[in-house]
């Protein structure tokens, strides 16, 4: 029985994401009523070809709009602290987190069916990718709902803003949307775990962005002061910084850390990287490795030797699932003093201090006293400042690492809103999606106050 649960947890829990394969199961039933495959090469029928697409679409708007109200109960449930009870949802998908807004899932299906054609399909049901894009269309719906929802978006870096390992050029397609982002003030936090405690080392992945915001003739000083960079996940604060020679400025941790990070004790950090250093290093005996170990300030790592080598997948995730248990059971894991991050970057495998929930939580305090100022309220810690630290619900985290083991943008889910994409492309689109549905918002304010299609 521990053996079969073994194989289980370690083939399958860490690489699935409940919620996803549940709803990819519920719309598996109406796939297998309606698709009729034979209509799609006997040629014989077409109304029939369409009248089923359109009672596939049917039914999977209804599934979705019932998911999308299961989602509003389980909101209501997790806000009211009178309740022991857990909701529907949770107790049909256990793993399931809370929502900061709520999921306009049947639109978003409608949506993403128009892109996709996913209704038309009679060979392949709805998917993991499916599923997946159509709740990011729906969280972005959500976090656009009224002007000025979304008040800070937060990109990962490596796969979201750029190629695994490559830097975010100037001919990026992602360049410009995230400038037109800066336009609408919308504040950006770039929260990587890539670690680096000098500007010159942003600058080189992230010159692109920097030099086109320095350039941009229409951007005001203010927003251009809306753009940060959190290095190592949660270690390293940058703000840009026209007069600096990287356009990069650190910021030292005392202005920024919250009274939690500051009491993470240093020799507990010692003892936390020491810990995951050795288990690397079992790791890359037992598993005769071909990389060597990288040890930082606030990180240490396994990264592949000769860098042109690729550590097989498997080896990456057995590495991680490793260090994670061993530094779970190790004391200083066990006192739980100081949070960490162990993932697999597709190439290598690090274990961060801290992780990307507090990566996030500083972008949202240092851009909710930013605003302040801009209303010139000035703030400081402790008193008055809560009101002005930017909600989860106005927050919006975009990555490529979701899967609950390994992956380090998971952990922004517990403080803000977050979508899942698989590429620097898909991160574009994304954008533009965004876009589009502030120009719609914007143009529905305009129409309503102008009177404009009201009775
Ligand atoms: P992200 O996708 O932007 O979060 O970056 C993750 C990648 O950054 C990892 O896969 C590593 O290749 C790289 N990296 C460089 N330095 C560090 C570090 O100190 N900790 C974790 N990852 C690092
Ligand atoms: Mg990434």
Not at 339 to 362: E, H, L, M, Q, Y
Request: proline share 6%.
């Amino acid at each position: 029985m521990t053996t079969r649960y073994r194989v289980e947890y370690a083939l399958k829990s860490h690489r699935r994401d409940q919620f996803i394969e549940w709803i990819k199961g519920l719309l598996a039933v109406p796939f297998v009523l309606y698709s009729s495959p034979h209509g799609a090469f006997d040629g014989k029928d077409i109304s029939r070809l369409a009248q089923t697409r359109e009672e596939a679409h049917r039914r999977y708007s209804e599934i979705l709009h019932d998911v999308e109200v299961m989602i509003d109960d389980h909101l209501a449930n997790q806000n009211d602290p009178n309740n022991p009870f857990p909701s529907k949802l949770k107790l049909l998908v256990p793993t399931i987190g809370p929502f900061f807004t709520r999921l306009p899932l049947e639109a978003a299906f409608k949506y993403q069916d128009s892109r996709r054609y996913i209704s038309s399909r009679r060979f392949v049901s709805p998917s993991f990718n499916d599923v997946r894009l159509i709740l990011n269309s729906a969280q972005i719906m959500a976090v656009t709902t009224t002007p000025g929802s979304l008040q800070l978006a937060t990109f990962d870096g490596d796969v979201t803003l750029y190629d695994d390992g490559q830097s975010l050029e100037p001919s990026s397609p992602v360049i410009p949307r995230l400038l037109d982002l800066l336009r609408r003030d919308i504040k950006i936090g770039i929260v990587t775990a890539a670690g680096y405690t000098t500007a010159d080392k942003y600058h080189a992945r992230l010159h692109g962005l920097l030099s086109a915001i320095d350039s941009s003739p229409d951007l005001t000083p203010t927003q251009k002061q809306s753009l940060i960079v959190m290095g190592g996940e949660a270690n390293y604060l940058f703000r840009f910084s026209p007069s600096s020679p990287h356009l990069l400025s650190p910021v030292p941790r005392s202005e920024w850390l919250t009274p939690e990070m500051a009491a993470w004790d240093e020799s507990a950090i010692t003892a936390l990287l020491d810990t995951a250093e050795q288990t690397l290093q079992e790791c890359i005996r037992s598993l005769n490795l071909p990389a060597v170990l990288l040890r930082k300030d606030r990180a240490v790592g396994i990264i592949p030797d000769p860098p042109t080598v690729r550590i097989p997948r498997e080896s990456l995730e057995e590495t991680v699932l490793v260090v994670q248990k061993a530094l779970e059971l190790s004391p200083v894991g066990r006192a739980k003093k100081v949070p960490f991050c162990a993932f697999n970057g597709g190439r290598d495998v690090f274990v961060d201090i801290g992780d990307k929930s507090w990566g996030v939580t500083v972008c949202q305090r240092w851009f909710g006293r930013q605003i302040a100022q801009e209303q010139g309220v000035q703030v400081t810690e402790g008193e008055g400042e809560e009101k002005w630290i930017i909600k989860g619900q106005n927050t919006l985290h975009v990555g490529d690492q979701f899967l609950s083991a390994g992956a380090n943008d998971f952990r922004a889910r517990s403080v803000g809103t977050t979508a899942w994409i698989a590429s620097p492309e898909e991160t574009v689109e994304l954008l533009d999606e965004l876009a589009g549905l502030m120009d719609k918002e914007k143009r529905m304010v305009l129409r309503v106050r102008n009177g404009v299609g009201m009775e």
